[in-house]
Antibody
């Protein structure tokens, strides 16, 4: 059974940093592209970032470009999102998901809450 | 960047009724790389439809997708109580993989 488990969320002050992790099991991790998406309170889903199966290609939403970095460690079956210069508008539940081209993001984790507040 | 606009914002229906949700793209979606998700509070998003019209594994056949180019539709033929949620369309052909703003399907 595929499982994606996000961790690392919490309360952080504006301007601070946080690193989210997404631990995967039940799949051949290196075969999948991985993504982060988020949902701010009372808002819809927003795509944040995607990394290719090889790790060679990364993409970011304009709202996080230059502040967030996506990475993966295939030896640990883990996806990361390093979030720097956090703003109040980054407050959201962050989800990780997998895809195998050309299919869509077909399996999602339960999410991790990040709150940016002083 | 492809902008997806969903309508209506909220749809109020009763169990047993038919639901029709719309997703319009600002430019043509290549190869129909258009997906629909169902999202309930506190849960992970659930993939319903991919390739505009193919049901994902385990999705009941009361869910169907149609459309091409810039206009797409999700239809739920007979609403069950567990179907009420927020539904999103997303294009996944090339980044940025934008979502529509969502349609909330609520019990009337």
């Amino acid at each position: 059974e595929v499982q994606l488990l996000e961790s690392g969320g919490g309360l952080v002050q504006p301007g601070g940093s946080l690193r989210l992790s997404c631990a995967a099991s039940g799949l051949t991790f290196r075969n999948y592209a991985l993504t982060w998406a988020r949902q701010a309170p009372g808002k819809g889903l927003e795509w944040v970032s995607t990394i290719s199966y090889s790790g060679d290609n990364t993409h970011y939403a304009d709202s996080v470009k230059g502040r967030f970095t996506i990475s993966r460690d295939d030896s640990k079956n883990t996806l990361y999102l390093q979030m720097n210069s956090l703003r109040a508008e980054d407050t959201a539940v962050y989800y990780c998901a997998k895809r195998q081209w050309p299919d869509p993001f077909d399996y999602w984790g339960q999410g991790a809450l990040v709150t940016v507040s002083s | 960047e492809i902008v997806l606009t969903q309508s209506p914002g909220t749809l109020s229906l009763s169990p047993g009724e038919r639901a029709t949700l719309s997703c319009r793209a600002s430019q043509s979606v290549n190869s129909n790389y258009l997906a629909w998700y169902q999202h309930k509070p506190g849960q992970a998003p659930r993939l319903l439809i991919y390739g505009a019209s193919s049901r994902a594994t385990g999705i009941p056949d009361r869910f169907s997708g149609s459309g091409s180019g810039t206009d797409f539709t999700l239809t739920i033929s007979r609403l069950e109580p567990e179907d009420f949620a927020v539904f999103y369309c997303q294009h996944y052909g090339s980044a940025p993989y934008t979502f529509g703003q969502g349609t909330k399907l609520e019990i009337k």
